[in-house]
């Protein structure tokens, strides 16, 4: 009844798409003067696997509320859901339900917020054994391949002896040598230079190192650490986009930090290029010449 209070609950689980995604629990009204409204009554993060409830024990339905209308949706994936259990009650009552999931992060094989020790240890008892739920296995699968083995054992070391600052996805674990994309392939392939032997970043953005652009990105690597992390790569190459007004002049700067860590690498300049196509597609022309010239 409108203006009365509530308590509402449901339970979402899915199984597709990445390790996380938003949900939330809608309230669809005509309002007062005739206008579709869309309020929000609940929402949680899932973690795929696993249900999650979302619940509120005191919703008060808009005064004005006709035509209503309860809905489960995402924050933006098209991802497949199953629900269970959606119950009303009045308002206060305390609804039974699968619960919040835990913070979820990768490497945090045991969500106790800290990635140490013990998540490697746990990680390694899980491919050699089983994890204890789902979620458990997907924290354990840092690099996001589909799958947890001996690749995801040694970031999560790295992480754990400073070698990395965070966890990226990446093909790390497959046949793939080369990627190439925007600042996370500078990121893996360097840190990674052990798996890929052609690096390449297009318009890389703000962040791989620390900043004062206007977020103030702390870096997932010092200036010193923008380098191979094992042996060097057969080509390195960044493209930057003179017209860029997305990433300004952020390429340049990693062009710059490589030249003052002596490494070497192609840098490419697209004078009217911007954050798009006109500095992609040269890009990746370039990028493949300097594969092919180099396996010469």
């Not at 703000?206 to 997932?220: A, E, I, N, V």
């Not at 860029?244 to 930090?257: E, K, M, R």
Request: glycine share 12%.
């Amino acid at each position: 009844m409108p203006g009365k209070e509530y308590s509402f609950s449901v339970n979402v689980e899915y199984f597709d798409g990445d390790a996380t995604d938003q949900f939330f629990l809608k309230l669809a009204y005509t309002d007062a003067n005739g206008e579709a409204q869309y309020a929000t009554v609940a929402e949680g993060t899932a973690v795929k696997g696993e249900w999650v409830q979302l619940a509120n024990k005191n919703y008060q339905i808009p005064a004005d509320a006709t035509n209503m209308v309860l809905y489960v949706e995402t924050a933006e994936s098209t991802n497949n859901f199953y629900l269970d259990e959606a119950i009303g009650a009045v308002g206060g009552t305390s609804i039974i339900g699968a619960g919040e999931s835990k913070p979820f992060h990768l490497g945090d094989v045991n969500a106790d917020g800290v990635i140490n020790g013990i998540d490697l240890a746990l990680a390694r008892q899980g491919v050699s054994g089983a994890f204890s739920s789902n979620a458990a296995s997907l924290a354990a699968d840092v690099d996001q391949s589909g799958s947890v083995n001996g690749t995801d054992l040694q970031l999560i070391q790295d992480y754990l002896l400073g070698k990395i600052t965070a966890f990226s996805k990446s093909s790390a674990g497959s046949d793939e040598t080369n990627p190439t994309a925007y600042r996370e392939s500078l990121f893996i392939g360097l840190t990674r230079s052990d798996l890929f032997g052609y690096v390449g970043a297009a318009c890389p953005a703000p962040g791989l190192t620390p900043g004062t652009d206007l977020s103030m990105h702390p870096g997932q690597l010092q200036e010193n650490q923008l380098k191979p992390a094992y042996q060097m790569p057969n080509l390195i190459m960044i493209t930057g986009g003179g017209k860029d007004g997305t990433v300004g002049s952020q390429p340049s700067v990693y062009h710059n930090i490589l030249s003052a860590n002596g490494i070497e690498h192609l840098w490419h300049s697209v004078s009217d290029g911007g954050h798009d196509s006109s500095s992609v597609q040269p890009h990746f022309y370039n990028y493949l010449r300097g594969i092919f010239q180099s396996k010469k």
